[in-house]
């Protein structure tokens, strides 16, 4: 397994933009699809956005707006952008990892909380 950190989130503005980063302890590199997925007061977990070792990516069908996911392997770090952001996309945001080698092998970062409100 990977272990990941999430940093960026906090509050953001009906409007406004986030942008968030995950951190993994292990090269990412040819080793592991990532993804964002978020949740919000009683719902269930669902997928922001997808990226895989090769860098197709794919977005959550509840995602509406502008939205970029993108990795650095020379960082071994995965980015999340979202502009437009509205009250609905409040959730706490998990960084996850997926080995292709052992999809077994999967891995899900702390969370961070991101309100959205004026």
């Given at each position: 397994q990977v272990q990941l950190v999430e940093s960026g989130g906090g509050l953001v503005q009906p409007g406004g933009s986030l942008r968030l980063s995950c951190?993994?302890?292990?090269?990412?590199f040819s080793s592991y699809d990532m993804g964002w997925y978020r949740?919000?007061?009683?719902?269930?977990?669902?997928?922001?956005a997808k990226i895989t070792t090769v860098g197709r990516t794919d977005y959550g069908d509840s995602?509406?707006?502008?939205i970029t996911i993108s990795r650095d392997n020379a960082k071994n770090t995965v980015y999340l952008k979202m502009n437009s952001m509205n009250p609905k996309d409040k959730a706490v945001y998990y960084c996850h990892a997926t080995s292709v080698y052992k999809r077994r092998n999967k891995s899900w970062g702390q969370g961070t909380q991101v309100p959205v409100s004026s």
């Amino acid at each position: 397994q990977v272990q990941l950190v999430e940093s960026g989130g906090g509050l953001v503005q009906p409007g406004g933009s986030l942008r968030l980063s995950c951190a993994a302890s292990r090269s990412i590199f040819s080793s592991y699809d990532m993804g964002w997925y978020r949740q919000a007061p009683g719902k269930e977990r669902e997928l922001v956005a997808k990226i895989t070792t090769v860098g197709r990516t794919d977005y959550g069908d509840s995602v509406k707006g502008p939205i970029t996911i993108s990795r650095d392997n020379a960082k071994n770090t995965v980015y999340l952008k979202m502009n437009s952001m509205n009250p609905k996309d409040k959730a706490v945001y998990y960084c996850h990892a997926t080995s292709v080698y052992k999809r077994r092998n999967k891995s899900w970062g702390q969370g961070t909380q991101v309100p959205v409100s004026s």
